[in-house]
Every structure is written in C-alpha cells, then in structure tokens.
C-alpha cells in the first residue's frame, strides 16, 4: 500500500531549527515530485515548499524563503524540510504529499488538487 509518513515535528522556541523527515512506502520518490504544505488553525492548506524529481528545482512559498530548505534523498526513499530561524506564525500541521511526473524535467508547483498521495500530518509548534 503506498504511504506517505511525515516524522519531526514537535515544540520549538522562536529562532529554533527543525527537520521534518517525508519517508515512502510501496512506491518509490524517484519518479515524483514532492511538496510540503502546511495548514494551521483555521486556516485553508497552503504550500512551503516542494522539489522536482531531479532535485534541480525547488520553490519556496515567500513567507519560507532563506529560512527552509528542501532536499531528497531518493536512496533512502525520502524527502526532507529543514526549517531554520522558525516563527510562532510557522506554527501549523505539515504535510507532504507526492505527484507522479512522467517527465524528469518536470517542475513542482502548489496546486493541491495536482498531489496523488499525503501524509497524516506532523505538529510543528513554535513557541516560547
């Protein structure tokens, strides 16, 4: 069955760090592009951040930009979302989630509708 499983979520002060950790099941990543989106209380789903199958493209939502960075490692059948400097308004459920490209030079982008397979969710927290 495939799966998506998000992992290091959790409380963190302002200004702290996290690695939030996207690890497939029962298909591989090598053929997907991947996002990380994130919806807060009362808020719809948005889009942080995502990675084109080839790693050669990545995106930011402005609101990320210089402070989270995106990375695969197609190896281990994962994806990853380092997020430095964190914000109290960072605070939200993050997801990932995977969209099959048949094309390797295929971008990513934030449209929801345009993902096949999420995760459940990981709790980031940041407050003081």
């Known amino acids: 069955q495939e799966q998506l499983v998000e992992s290091g979520g959790g409380l963190v002060q302002p200004g702290g760090s996290l690695r939030l950790s996207c690890a497939a099941s029962g298909f591989t990543l090598n053929y997907y592009a991947i996002g990380w989106f994130r919806q807060a209380p009362g808020k719809e789903r948005e889009g942080v951040s995502c990675?084109?199958?080839?790693?050669?493209?990545?995106y930011y939502a402005d609101s990320v930009k210089g402070r989270f960075t995106i990375a695969r490692d197609n190896a281990k059948n994962t994806v990853y979302l380092q997020m430095n400097s964190l914000k109290p308004e960072d605070t939200a459920v993050y997801y990932c989630?995977?969209?099959?490209?048949?094309?390797?030079?295929?971008?990513?982008?934030?449209?929801?509708?345009?993902?096949?397979?999420w995760g459940q969710g990981t709790q980031v927290t940041v407050s003081s």
């Open positions: 989630a995977a969209e099959l490209k048949y094309s390797p030079s295929s971008g990513c982008g934030f449209r929801l509708n345009q993902y096949e397979y």
């Open positions: 990675i084109s199958r080839r790693e050669g493209s990545t």
